[in-house]
């Protein structure tokens, strides 16, 4: 994957489970010799629009995006209106623009789950975010579809 760029959109609400998601992340893009770039938002609300923004940058100069976050349920529904409109809205996007996306956006009941799945040493959804990342731009490549 010579030469091919991923860009990293992480949600850093919860600091100690982002940081494992990218960990993952990086670590498999650096195996992989993709370069990268991360731009950091707030939660995972603000990813679908700025994954939509980047596929309509002028200069869009990514061959491939991957998305993380954390949604944890609390006490009221605003978990189920947010990690839904983040993961559909990221799904749109992609689908849209045909984007190489790979999502290590974790949707959990707890802390507890939070932690199993990003930490790279057990479930590493960073590392398999960026595994699909790598296995779409694979396929666009194949297919010879465009940026």
Known sequence: MTESRVL???ARFYDHI???LLAGVT???DAAGVAWDKVTLPGVLELPTALEMFANAPEQ???GFVVLGTAI???SDHYHHVSTACVNG???VATRHLLALGSGVLTVHNEAQALNRADPARKNLGGQAAR???RMLELKRALKLSR
């Open 8 to 10: 990293i959109l992480e």
């Open 18 to 20: 982002a940081d494992m």
């Open 27 to 29: 670590s498999t893009l």
């Open 61 to 63: 100069k990514y061959d």
């Open 73 to 75: 349920r609390g006490e």
């Open 90 to 92: 990221c799904s749109e």
């Open 132 to 134: 699909a990342c790598l």
